[in-house]
């Protein structure tokens, strides 16, 4: 796969069918792995903004005493929240007006990735409806075990052969449901199909 460090670009280099497996990958941990990068993306933000701000102002990374009356702390403060929340309304336009170009539509590609990553989670979800209640719910089961058969099938009490041809016509169901669509989704976003 690529770039495995970084699951945003992994995701949004990647077609439908690779995205499921993303998805299906890190199925446990997907939210936690976005709002992780979501986090990290807004402390790089900060930086890039703060680095701007000292060469506007000529410094050379040695903080003088100014006669300003300011609380750097509640403006750090403030900042980290606008970020934060720009970052996950996607409105970043306020936020990074002051950064190159290529800095902004960096981000803005980026946060769109992250909005997509977490509907298709959300869509893929959803498919799990498509499967009865039982079949779901340990298809959840599997996935969140890390796709381990032997205890699953213990835990459940039939044989691993049987639970691997339930996951296998289960996870076919979820998949098919949820790249059917998400090829619609992205045909009209106009995004890797």
């Known amino acids: 796969m690529k770039d495995e460090a970084n699951i945003v670009k992994q995701y949004a280099d990647s077609d439908v069918g690779e995205r499921?497996?993303?998805l299906i990958k890190h199925y446990p941990n997907f939210i936690r792995l976005v709002e992780g990068y979501e986090q990290s993306l807004g402390f790089i933000i900060k930086q890039e903004k703060e680095c701007r701000r000292r060469s506007s102002l000529g410094e050379l990374g040695v903080r003088v005493q100014s006669s300003k009356k300011s609380d750097p702390t509640a403006r750090e403060a403030i900042d980290n929240i606008?970020?934060?929340?720009?970052?996950?309304?996607?409105?970043?336009?306020?936020?990074?007006?002051?950064?190159?170009?290529?800095?902004?539509?960096?981000?803005?590609?980026?946060?769109?990735?992250?909005?997509?990553?977490?509907?298709d989670y959300s869509i893929l979800q959803s498919t799990f409806?498509?499967?009865?209640?039982?079949?779901?719910?340990?298809?959840?089961?599997?996935?969140?075990?890390?796709?381990?058969?032997?205890?699953?099938a213990y835990d459940l009490d039939i044989k691993p052969e049987a639970l691997k041809m339930q996951m296998y016509r289960s996870k076919k169901v979820v998949v098919d449901q949820t790249s059917n669509i998400l090829v619609r989704k992205y045909r009209f976003e106009g995004g890797k199909v």
């Open 20 to 22: 499921i497996n993303i």
């Open 82 to 119: 606008m970020i934060m929340q720009a970052i996950q309304s996607g409105e970043l336009s306020a936020i990074i007006s002051d950064l190159d170009a290529d800095v902004i539509s960096l981000y803005e590609a980026e946060i769109r990735t992250i909005r997509n990553m977490k509907e």
């Open 129 to 152: 409806f498509y499967l009865e209640p039982d079949a779901a719910e340990t298809l959840k089961k599997y996935l969140s075990c890390g796709r381990r058969t032997e205890q699953l």
